[in-house]
Each structure stands twice: as C-alpha cells, then as structure tokens.
C-alpha cells in the first residue's frame, strides 16, 4: 500500500508583500505583463568570481534608464544578495531580469537541493552555509532577510531535496504605479 503522506509534495511558499502594494503585486501575478527588456545571467554553483555579474548589469542598465538612485540601491542589493545565495547554496541556477516601465521583476531558479524550512531561512544569522562558503565571508545569514527589506514584493517557492525559485518585484515609484 502507497504512502500517500509521503507521496505528497514537500513544496513550500514563502510570500512577502510590503504594505499597500498588494493590489499592483496580485495584479502583476495574475496577469504577467510581457517585459519590455529582459537580462539572463547563469549562475553557476560556488563561483563568487562570476556570481555578482547578473546584478551589477541589471543595474548598469536601470542606471542608464535613469532609475531612482535609491530604487536603484535596493535592485543590487536584493539581486546581488539573491545571486550570491544561488552560489552558496545550491547546485547553480539562473537570474532572469524582467524590467517593465513600472517595476523591475528577478526570477531566480536554481537546481536544488531546495530549502528545508523557509521560515527558518528567513531568520536574521540563520545559514546553512558550508565552511568553503564562511571562509570566502559570505553565508552569515543575512541574504534572505536584506532581500526581503528591499523587495516590494518576495515570493520564494521551494521544495526540499528539489529546486528554489526566488522572485522579487520592486517598484520604480513608491506606490506601485
């Protein structure tokens, strides 16, 4: 006889919507606008030479677009944060940059071992980083929750033993316009 308890998914969520942007957020989810310029970047597994690139492009070109200093700020620090955790943490992945005239919107999607427990992982010095990746000073536990301070929007789905994909929406405007 089938274990089905077992049998079922381990898929987690984890959402993370700033206050007064639910609306544009359900909005954005619900009908996914096609981008008017969209960034790839490979990340690959335990490269800190390479990780950080995919940021510093996306936010070379929103400086060329004239983005807010400030919104500009919290787009690297959220994208550099989310490249570096996909390096630490997982087998690689990828980072596609979705920039619309209103938002900018990352999809991170890696290729596992996914996150046990997202609430635990969302824990300010909370890491499972490995002693190569401390060494290097990064895994202190902090790139999840700097990622969440900056995002207007943070949608993190994961599956232990399986893929993360981290999404993160942050608006050109304060209200989400």
């Known amino acids: 006889m089938?274990?089905?308890?077992?049998?079922?998914?381990?898929?987690?969520?984890?959402?993370?919507?700033?206050?007064?942007?639910?609306?544009?957020?359900?909005?954005?989810?619900?009908?996914?606008p096609e981008a008017d310029v969209t960034l790839e970047a490979d990340i690959p597994e335990k490269d800190f030479n390479s990780?950080?690139?995919?940021?510093?492009?996306?936010?070379?070109?929103?400086?060329?677009?004239?983005?807010?200093?400030?919104?500009?700020?919290?787009?690297?620090v959220a994208a550099y944060e989310a490249e570096i955790n996909v390096a630490a943490h997982s087998l690689g992945g990828s980072m596609t940059s979705n920039i619309h005239p209103e938002l900018i919107h990352m999809v991170f999607q890696d290729n596992g071992p996914g996150i046990a427990d997202i609430e635990q992982a969302m824990i300010p010095g909370f890491s499972t980083a490995d002693e190569m990746v401390r060494e290097l000073g990064f895994g202190a536990g902090l790139g999840l929750p700097n990622i969440q301070k900056n995002a207007d929007a943070l949608h993190i789905s994961s599956e232990k033993g399986d893929s993360t994909c981290l999404e993160i929406i942050i608006y050109f405007k304060n209200d989400g316009q």
């Open 2 to 32: 089938r274990d089905f308890a077992a049998a079922r998914s381990e898929m987690a969520e984890y959402w993370h919507i700033r206050l007064g942007l639910e609306d544009p957020v359900k909005k954005f989810f619900s009908q996914a």
């Open 51 to 76: 990780a950080g690139r995919g940021s510093a492009e996306v936010k070379n070109l929103l400086k060329r677009l004239g983005v807010d200093p400030e919104v500009l700020r919290r787009v690297a």
